[in-house]
């Protein structure tokens, strides 16, 4: 609904005042490059739940009044607000890059409503049936060479257009197609890169919501809401990557993470006993593959019951377990459920009843639905004393040894039908409704955990969540959810992860070899590899399914896992770096080709391809019985990591690539920073570094802390520059020194060459 004629404006310090014959709207500015456009009066708005805190910064903003309407200047951006609500964007130069369509809205196939009702009574799905009306939606101009990337993990290709999705956390067990409308998480962000423009819009809204990418229409693109504001953010950049690092400014950024979390996770639901457990812990161990972290699943507790441990299938005596399972190296995670018990004498049930902290009916009595458990409650996450409860509960986890919290079900999930849309909710000091909180109810049960562990233990919190909503980055690692063992799951992993990465979750994965139905020897050789250039290294698999460990697929597969399990370790300084790079600029550790290489067509629609970080490509194959592949390297020179060959970019080649082999290649001028061969992270001190050397041009940083706490937030850090010349000489030096322990030895090592050692 337009809004009529703008009849008056104030400007209050960086926000423009409007009033329009239909209503009031503001438009703010944060920051040269950040607008938000909000359509309501002030004192209706309700807090963001994904940003926090003050981000609005002096800028010396300039106004006019035209006959096309009101004009607003930032230095980098343009505003112009006119008659009917409607908000175009310009660049410095006063270019157009992002404005409202003015058009008539047209279908590209037009069916009447008798049809429509024809369609659902038979069971069709349109992407017209089913859609509620919005309480608002936004219409953009869309280029012909407009590109759309992130909306979280949403199915399908990289580029998003000419696809339309839902904003609506959904626990779907089937498997995963391209047509998937919604899936666990939802990030109302997306990032739009044009052929002479690059700009991200965040729609910062909690009910169900919709984004049609060009599906209607050839000439526009439309989100909307189905309650609430308008309420949305114009990011400008010159680059995808200042785009992201703006959207992440906004929202946050996923803290560096402990350096045992980077390496490898065994995971099953169906480790149901002590033996069970320790029969993986020595597999691991036995076959030589390095490995970290033992998920436990809801098997452990007793009863399904959360914060209670299964006495009898650990001999009355978990906790010794744990300390056994630590001295080999093990960290255990285990998974937590929102859903508590209804049962008369549990104490987490009772003490949420006593202090009213789970959500409620209308008519103001608990709320009972069913999950694992049985009937169960489900607390209040948006209560700000529910999370302080639920955060302090840790504690009965953290005295077991638990060194990590898994959160799942938390779309919310529930067997006796979705959660009614009225079902009572709190918002921080005012009550809400499910149809508000849902899409929010697994990022505020990840702030709890987050916040509860980082207080009880002082580490830096690993908490892995399946739903989430824009933000959640700051409190949780998260995965893709169930995913199935098919290959076409597989060749979906690189974009959606991807696309994750592009939506401000860096730290992500999917369940290497698949959840649901039952893997193949040749299935999860081609997982592994694209699993180990991951940055959650998680192996996963649901009861009922084959088992996924790699030695029970034979010598040959074994060999295989082993190898790029032993290559992600070799790696994990890099993947460090990355993580410690992502938090300073909201860059993600997996990236799509087209985020450095945003003109090169290839690279924009490149599904099958990623790049970690700036300096290494991965092209795994993704397809069944395949011995070899196409590869595309961009602009550069590249070296072939396994045989040093040097490729000129932009190329095409055809890479051999028998069961064994995942083509990887590697830009010249790079420095790799390594470690040696260990079983877990810190089998062995952490006291040699060694920089595999590619010959040109380049230089790198690299950052050395003690990857367990916060530290080195207070400066307690060190941080090397390299740097490498075209004939492979290398020269560093220490920018900062503030880390107690740092390496004892540094390591140049050239392809084809004796290693050396570099002296700072």
């Known amino acids: ?97 992002c404005a409202d369509f003015r058009g008539e809205r047209r279908q590209l196939q037009r069916v009447s409503d008798e049809f429509l009702r024809l369609l659902e009574e038979e069971g069709h799905q349109s992407s017209l049936t089913g859609r509620r009306e919005c309480a608002f939606d936004v219409v953009k101009k869309m280029d012909r060479s407009s590109h759309f990337y992130g909306l979280g993990d949403k199915t399908g290709f990289m580029d998003k257009r000419h696809y339309d999705y839902e904003m609506w956390n959904t626990d779907n067990p089937d498997p995963q197609m391209d047509n998937f409308k919604a899936l666990y998480k939802s990030i109302p962000f997306f990032i739009t890169l044009t052929d002479s423009h690059v700009y991200g819009i965040f729609m910062d809204n909690t009910y169900k919501s919709y984004f049609n990418m060009g599906q209607e229409s050839e000439e526009y693109y439309w ?88 006495q009898e299938r650990y001999r009355n005596d978990p906790d010794a377990f744990l300390r056994q399972l630590a001295e080999k190296g093990f960290k255990v995670v285990t998974i937590n459920d929102p859903g508590v018990k209804k049962e008369e004498g549990y104490y987490v049930y009772e003490e949420g009843v006593e202090n009213g902290f789970f959500a409620k009916t209308p008519e103001g009595e608990t709320y009972i639905n069913a999950v694992w458990p049985g009937d169960a409650a489900f607390p209040d996450f948006g209560n ?71 207080k009880l233990d002082g580490r830096r919190p690993f908490v892995i969540t399946r739903a989430c909503y824009a933000g959640t980055q700051k409190y949780a690692t998260a995965w893709t959810g169930d995913n199935h063992s098919l290959w076409a799951h597989l060749q979906m992993a690189i974009p959606q992860l991807c696309n994750l990465g592009l939506s401000g979750m860096p730290f992500v994965g999917t369940d290497i070899g698949g959840f649901g139905s039952d893997t193949t020897p040749e299935l999860l050789a081609r997982w592994i590899q694209v699993g180990c250039f991951s940055p959650l290294f998680r192996n996963h698999a649901a009861l009922g399914t084959r088992r996924q460990e790699p030695w029970l697929f034979g010598t040959e597969i074994t060999d295989i896992y ?9 790696w994990i300084p890099y993947f460090y770096d990355l993580f410690y790079e992502e938090e300073k600029t909201g860059a993600p550790v997996m990236r799509p080709l087209v985020f450095h290489y945003e003109k090169d067509e290839n690279a924009r629609q490149c599904n099958d391809e990623f790049m970690l970080g700036s300096r290494i490509l991965a092209a795994p194959v993704v397809s069944q019985g395949m011995k070899r592949r196409m590869v595309y390297l961009p602009e550069g020179v590249w070296y072939d990591y396994w045989n040093g ?53 380049g230089s790198s940083e690299h950052y050395l802390d003690n990857g367990a706490d916060f530290a080195y937030r207070d400066g307690k850090y060190h941080q090397y520059r390299f740097t490498v010349k075209e004939d492979g000489t290398v020269a560093g030096e220490i920018v900062h020194a503030g880390y107690e322990k740092p390496y004892e030895r540094i390591v140049v090592r050239r392809f084809g060459c004796e290693d050396i050692d570099l002296h700072i």
């Open 223 to 310: 989100f909307g809401a189905e309650g609430g504001k308008l309420d949305y953010y114009y990011i400008a950049g010159g680059s995808m990557a200042e785009v992201l690092e703006g959207y992440t400014y906004l929202t946050g950024r996923c803290p560096l993470p402990q350096r045992w979390t980077l390496g490898y996770h065994q995971s099953r639901w169906g480790y149901m006993t002590l033996e069970d457990v320790e029969e993986i812990a020595s597999g691991m161990r036995e076959n030589d593959i390095p490995c970290d972290v033992i998920h436990f699943d809801i098997d452990y507790m007793q009863d399904y019951k959360v914060f209670t441990w299964n």
């Open 1 to 97: 609904m337009r809004l009529g004629n703008l009849i008056n404006y104030e400007i209050k310090n960086q926000t423009a005042v409007l009033e329009f014959q239909g209503g009031e709207a503001q438009v703010e500015v944060l920051t040269p490059a950040i607008i938000n456009v909000y359509q309501g009066k002030p004192e209706e708005r309700i807090p963001s739940k994904a940003i926090e805190g003050e981000k609005s910064v002096p800028v010396d903003i300039r106004t006019e009044k035209k006959e096309d309407g009101l004009w607003i200047h930032t230095g980098e951006v343009s505003v112009r607000v006119s008659d009917g609500f409607y908000v175009d964007f310009f660049d410095k130069d006063g270019a157009e890059t």
């Open 562 to 570: 082993r190898k790029y399990v032993k290559l992600r370790y070799h």
């Open 384 to 454: 700000p004393a529910v999370r302080q409860w639920w955060g302090d509960k840790q504690q009965f986890l953290l005295d077991r040894g638990v060194r990590g919290i898994w959160n799942d079900m938390n779309e919310p999930a529930s067997f006796r039908g979705p959660l009614p849309e009225d079902v009572v909710f709190t918002d921080e000091d005012r009550q809400s409704t499910h149809a508000e909180m849902h899409n929010v109810y697994g990022h505020y049960m990840a702030k709890a955990t987050y916040e509860g562990l980082k």
């Open 645 to 697: 060959e040097k490729v000129t970019g932009p190329a095409w080649i055809m890479r051999e690539a028998p069961l064994d082999t995942c083509p990887v290649y590697v830009k010249a001028g790079s420095i790799i920073p390594t470690m040696e061969p260990q079983s877990y992270v810190g089998e062995k001190p952490l006291d040699t570094l060694i920089l595999e050397v590619y010959p040109g041009e």
